[in-house]
């Protein structure tokens, strides 16, 4: 069996999360797994797996949007923890006599993999962008460039790129194939039913969505808000974070509403709601995930959001429904099979 160094990307949790079912296939298939991480990575992960903390490039947010001067100040303070973060990875592959590294989106453990000549597994959904034929807004190509720029530099030169992707694509770049979303157990597991409230979700704070929402003649159930309790209006129920509260208002959701990134969008998708984007402004992932949805038919999105525009969507909900009735639904089986067979190609396993 082999030794595998896992990079995971701590921002958000869908990294984690669908980091979490590889890492136990890989387990149970009798490899031994050292985990690096950071943020909420390392606090999903660290009590079932082998976790090392690293330092972690991060976002800076405010009203549900990327803001690059703070984001450059506040990562530019931490670079000595990454210099310590390398060394403290050097160190882990020579005692662990690692074979292979399996990065999501995680850009030391990459760095690590090549400098010792280690074989490089990259598992994400960015690189569709840079490895797959994919269109996108023309108005959008200042933040795709820098979109592909940032993916391009995070996992460079991988052996194999295994990349999910809730659309089909033809593939550009070699040693890249394309798979289906990697779904946690839970959401393959999950027995949907729809409800009467809507699912809202934002990364960060967004009061002017707060107050257009309060408008609507729908009732919203609403997290990431910072705040509980109903709004003064009656129609939205802002509670804290919880996965269990989160997990059953979103298989019980008539749609979502909310920020584009790809976990909750490809999950929300499988357990066929019809989902209104709002991405975070100019974070292009989230613009890509919110275009290819729209586009396939399966909700909206809208560079401005107003009250007519969601109650166009909510008119809309049984045309979104029956185009996700076709939706494809298929297990994690082809890209873990996939996985198996590069590490096996790779190792001596």
């Not at 933040?143 to 720029?149: I, Q, V």
């Not at 991988?158 to 593939?171: E, K, Q």
């Not at 729809?194 to 729908?218: D, F, I, M, N």
């Not at 357990?271 to 586009?295: C, D, M, R, T």
């Amino acid at each position: 069996m082999a030794n595998i160094l896992y990079g995971v990307n701590g921002e958000g949790a869908g990294h984690s999360t669908r980091a979490r079912e590889v890492l136990s296939h890989l387990v149970a298939h009798g490899h031994s797994v050292h985990v690096a991480s950071f943020d909420r990575g390392l606090q999903n992960l660290q009590r079932d797996f082998d976790v090392t903390e690293i330092y972690g490039f991060r976002f800076a947010y405010l009203n549900n949007r990327v803001r690059y001067r703070r984001t450059i100040a506040r990562n530019l303070l931490t670079v000595p923890q990454a210099a310590r973060s390398l060394s403290r990875l050097k160190h882990l592959v020579d005692e662990s006599k690692i074979d292979v590294v399996i990065t999501d989106f995680e850009p030391l453990t990459c760095h690590i993999g090549h400098k010792s000549r280690i074989p490089v597994i990259s598992i994400d959904n960015q690189h569709c962008l840079t490895n797959a034929a994919v269109s996108y807004p023309k108005q959008y190509r200042r933040d795709a460039s820098a979109a592909k720029l940032v993916t391009r530099l995070m996992t460079p030169r991988a052996n194999a790129y295994l990349v999910i992707s809730f659309f089909t694509a033809p593939i550009r770049k070699r040693n890249t194939f394309l798979f289906p979303p990697l779904l946690r157990q839970e959401i393959l597991d999950a027995k949907p039913t729809q409800g009467e409230h809507v699912l809202v979700y934002v990364t960060s704070p967004a009061p002017e969505l707060a107050k257009l929402l309060g408008t609507v003649r729908c009732r919203f159930i609403a997290y990431g808000f910072g705040r509980e309790g109903w709004n003064e209006t009656g129609n939205i129920l802002y509670k804290k974070p919880s996965l269990d509260g989160f997990f059953a208002d979103l298989t019980s959701a008539s749609a979502i509403v909310a920020n584009s990134g790809f976990s909750l969008v490809t999950e929300a998708l499988h357990l066929g709601k019809p989902y209104l984007a709002v991405p975070v402004s100019h974070q292009f992932e989230q613009i890509f995930n919110a275009y290819w949805l729209e586009k396939s038919g399966y909700g909206a999105y809208w560079e401005q959001l107003n009250k007519e525009r969601v109650e166009a969507f909510l008119y809309n909900l049984p045309h979104y429904r029956d185009a996700l009735a076709a939706y494809p639904r298929t297990g994690n089986h082809a890209l873990l099979e996939k996985l198996d067979a590069v590490i096996a190609g790779h190792t001596t396993v």
